[in-house]
T-cell receptor, first 114, second 111 residues
């Protein structure tokens, strides 16, 4: 079975500050890992994905994440927060052996302080 | 715009009733997934169809069923509705099994 744990259901950062959203995964097979963002009353939009190529993955809107197998982590970062980054962020896992369904974490609500 | 269309956007119905949620995937995508998002359960995978066939099943109740038609659109049928079925239901589609594109969801309220 696969699972992800997102540490911190709410994170607040000042505009211009570093954004760090934490995700740890558990998987018995090599995982695929994803970060999705959900704005209010919207669907989920893919920010970035790890599929076993480079361990440092760059996504949209200036976000990036690093896959660390030794730490079973896939934390999401952005050097400088913008007001428009306020949203809910979900980490998700699937695998490369035919299990395409996404198992999501519980989400982290990011608030940007002006 | 993800290219995935879900209708209706909102649905209010009474307990015990039956509803059908519809999803049109992105052009050419053979896989369709259904997810439920609720405050207490979070985002949960319900079921996946691939080119008309059921491929994977998650935490889908027996009162719920789905199908994918020859034109690849999918429907999620929810019956004998209970208050606890109130949630946001998302459809997603994928062409390569790696990246899933999500629709805007159908918000179901059971009263």
């Amino acid at each position: 079975a696969q699972s992800v744990t997102q540490l911190g259901s709410h994170v607040s950062v000042s505009e211009g500050a570093l954004v760090l959203l934490r995700c740890n995964y558990s998987s018995s097979v090599p995982p695929y890992l994803f970060w999705y963002v959900q704005y209010p009353n919207q669907g989920l939009q893919l920010l970035l994905k790890y599929t076993s190529a480079a361990t440092l993955v760059k996504g949209i809107n200036g976000f990036e994440a690093e896959f660390k197998k030794s730490e079973t982590s896939f934390h999401l970062t952005k050097p400088s927060a913008h007001m428009s980054d306020a949203a809910e962020y979900f980490c998700a896992v699937s695998d490369r052996f035919g299990n395409e369904k996404l198992t999501f974490g519980t989400g982290t609500r990011l608030t940007i302080i002006p | 715009d993800s290219g995935v269309t879900q209708t209706p956007k909102h649905l209010i119905t009474a307990t015990g009733q039956r509803v059908t949620l519809r999803c049109s995937p992105r052009s050419g995508d053979l896989s369709v997934y259904w997810y439920q998002q609720s405050l207490d359960q979070g985002l949960q995978f319900l079921i996946q169809y691939y080119n008309g066939e059921e491929r994977a099943k998650g935490n889908i109740l027996e009162r719920f069923s789905a199908q994918q038609f020859p034109d690849l659109h999918s429907e999620l049928n929810l019956s004998s509705l209970e208050l606890g079925d109130s949630a946001l239901y998302f459809c997603a589609s994928s062409g390569d099994g790696l990246e899933a594109f999500f629709g805007q969801g159908t918000r179901l309220t059971v009263v």
